[in-house]
């Protein structure tokens, strides 16, 4: 499975972005994963985002980034999204889109979980 992610870009702060990460390949069993945003400042441990069940859309979110980030997904096009408001400069990351393939009944935080990895994508927040 290769993942995709995209959307990056500069944002002032208040404002929003939409990431996305479209997955390929072997997803012939798509429906069993989860899918998650990790994201990694400079200097700093890559930390979770959030998560989301493919076949339920059933979502989990780190405490940083509730109700501000709306994670969603798309089965038929096999894409994730990550809609981000009210952003901060303390969001500034590169984000990462993360596949588990055993992810059907758990929303996992752990990047270890995590088996398929995007090459991630660039938020930057201005002040």
């Known amino acids: 499975v290769q993942l995709q992610a995209s959307g990056g870009g500069l944002v002032q702060a208040g404002g929003s972005a939409r990431l996305s990460c479209a997955a390929s390949?072997?997803?012939?069993?798509?429906?069993?994963?989860?899918m998650a945003w990790f994201r990694q400042a400079p200097g700093l441990e890559r930390e979770f985002v959030a998560a989301?069940?493919?076949?339920?859309?059933?979502?989990y979110y780190a405490d940083s980034v509730k109700g501000r980030f709306i994670i969603s997904r798309n089965y038929a096009n096999k894409t994730m999204y990550l809609e981000m408001n009210g952003l901060k400069p303390e969001d500034t990351a590169k984000y990462y889109c993360?596949?588990?393939?055993?992810?059907?009944?758990?929303?996992?935080?752990?990047?270890?979980?995590?088996?398929?990895w995007g090459r991630g994508t660039l938020v930057t927040v201005s002040s």
């Open positions: 993360a596949a588990d393939s055993e992810g059907e009944y758990r929303l996992a935080t752990m990047r270890r979980k995590y088996e398929y």
């Open positions: 390949g072997r997803t012939i069993t798509f429906s069993r994963y989860s």
């Open positions: 989301i069940t493919v076949s339920s859309g059933r979502e």
